[in-house]
């Protein structure tokens, strides 16, 4: 299993094989993601930015993932909720092919600083370790599963895991 980062925000950078698999996509105009997911994940939030605290702006229903490295699984272990900000970095990558990477980049390194209470040369350099993990777990192909007292709570969830990995790019 991947080591978590001892701060309380940090790019999850999901390996290029598994692009585009998220419980939402999966249930996007299902009953499930607008009528119990994101509900029951905004309501254990207190309606508030899991990471940060803020309760300003769009707040995001973030998929958690675990990654075990040497089975080659990322299994979907819950959901949190993010403010913008807090999932700009979260997605850093994601959001660096939408917007000037530059402009990025220094957002997240501002806000890293902000909810890490660090300096800009440490959190510099947690984005150059998500990146070099991201690399790492790019040179693999991976399984998708979803934790088991998850699916007791989300039965929904079921079909998530034979969705079939994505082509390596």
Same mark, same amino acid.
């Given at each position: 299993? @991947?080591?978590?980062?001892?701060? +309380?925000?940090?790019?999850? *950078? #999901?390996?290029?094989?598994?692009?585009? +698999? @998220?419980?939402? /996509?999966?249930?996007?105009?299902?009953?499930?993601? $607008?009528? &119990?997911?994101?509900?029951? %994940?905004?309501? /254990?939030?207190?309606? +508030?930015?899991? #990471?940060?605290?803020?309760? =300003?702006?769009?707040?995001?229903? !973030?998929? &958690?993932?675990?990654?075990?490295?040497?089975?080659?699984?990322? $299994?979907? @272990?819950?959901?949190?909720?993010?403010?913008? =900000?807090?999932?700009?970095?979260? !997605?850093?990558?994601?959001?660096?092919?939408?917007?000037?990477?530059? @402009? #990025?980049?220094? %957002? %997240?390194?501002? !806000?890293?600083?902000?909810?890490?209470?660090?300096?800009?040369?440490?959190?510099?350099?947690?984005?150059? =370790?998500? !990146?070099? *993990?991201?690399?790492?777990? =790019?040179? /693999?192909?991976? &399984?998708?599963? #979803?934790?088991?007292?998850?699916?007791? $709570?989300?039965?929904?969830?079921?079909?998530?895991?034979?969705?079939?990995?994505?082509?390596?790019?």
């Amino acid at each position: 299993m @991947s080591k978590q980062m001892p701060y +309380r925000l940090f790019p999850e *950078l #999901v390996p290029s094989d598994l692009w585009g +698999r @998220s419980a939402y /996509k999966m249930l996007r105009g299902r009953v499930a993601w $607008t009528k &119990k997911i994101r509900p029951d %994940a905004l309501a /254990k939030a207190e309606d +508030r930015c899991e #990471v940060c605290g803020s309760g =300003n702006g769009r707040l995001i229903c !973030h998929d &958690k993932w675990r990654y075990d490295d040497e089975k080659s699984t990322a $299994t979907l @272990s819950g959901f949190e909720i993010h403010c913008d =900000n807090c999932d700009l970095v979260t !997605h850093l990558g994601r959001m660096m092919q939408l917007a000037d990477p530059q @402009s #990025v980049v220094l %957002a %997240a390194v501002m !806000h890293l600083c902000t909810v890490n209470k660090c300096k800009t040369l440490i959190a510099t350099g947690i984005l150059t =370790n998500a !990146h070099a *993990l991201w690399e790492k777990r =790019n040179k /693999k192909r991976w &399984k998708v599963a #979803v934790a088991p007292g998850l699916l007791k $709570t989300y039965p929904e969830l079921e079909g998530l895991p034979k969705f079939k990995p994505a082509q390596l790019i």
